[in-house]
């Protein structure tokens, strides 16, 4: 998965060493001072996120001079239109790129945050159980991790392949599992598969629109938005 990260990471104008940070919640055990510090990473809980927090949020990536930001669309997009309304402009940041994971990107939703941070905006497509299942090249196309899952694209019902075009469930197998093997396993989203070649000239499959799961929104009483895949892992 780290091989994913950084291969696709590249389509986005990411290499090794760059500055970067992700804006997500925090679980587990997280990464120590000196091993972030080896891998320029800033890393930035946002399981409550205020006004006062996406200050804080601005004034960090400014001062550290991040180039590329990982995070969800709902958070970056709490933080773009922060920086809008306080006419932030996006030559304060350093940013290269942006890369969205874990929830639908809206056409609106990236607008607003390349207005706010004057660089591109790369979707990614992921999973726990998977890692990186497809990723936004240049022109905006989500090729599919061919080189390490096998996907299978099913009708709602039976067990037929679908054609081109069609809104299709699909079962993963992962190639490189040795742990868990995860065989023909069935994630519930739907996707559409798009069989034209991509004017960027790589070949592996394109995902022609994907049907994520919405993640619900939670707001405190005090009015800071909550992040409920962080409610998720705490509980």
């Known amino acids: 998965m780290r091989a994913e990260i950084l291969y696709f ?33 800033l890393i930035i809980d946002t399981t409550s996120v205020d006004e006062a927090k996406l200050e804080k949020i601005r004034t960090l990536l400014t001062r550290s001079r991040t180039q590329v930001l990982i995070s969800h669309p709902s958070v970056l997009s709490l933080l773009a239109q922060h920086c809008l309304r306080r006419g932030i402009p996006f030559r304060d940041f350093s940013m290269r790129a942006v890369i969205s994971v874990g929830e639908p990107l809206l056409p609106e939703t990236r607008a607003s945050i390349e207005d706010a941070f004057g660089c591109p905006v790369f979707d990614r497509y992921s999973a726990w159980e998977f890692g990186v299942i497809a990723s936004e090249c240049e022109r905006q196309q989500l090729h599919l991790n061919a080189g390490s899952l096998y996907i299978e694209f099913l009708p709602h019902e039976g067990h037929r392949p679908t054609a081109a075009g069609e809104p299709t469930r699909f079962v993963v197998t992962d190639l490189f599992n040795y742990e868990m093997p995860f065989i023909r396993y069935e994630i519930e989203d739907v996707v ?39 409610i998720e892992a705490m509980l």
């Open 9 to 41: 990471g590249r389509w986005a104008g990411y290499e090794i060493g760059m500055r970067h940070c992700y804006l997500r919640y925090l679980f587990g055990r997280p990464k120590g001072f000196l091993q972030r510090w080896l891998e320029n990473q």
């Open 192 to 230: 559409v598969l798009d069989r034209k070649p991509c004017p960027c000239g790589r070949k592996s499959p394109l995902l022609k629109g994907g049907l994520r799961p919405w993640v619900d929104q939670i707001t405190s009483p005090n009015g800071a938005w909550l992040d409920p895949l962080g």
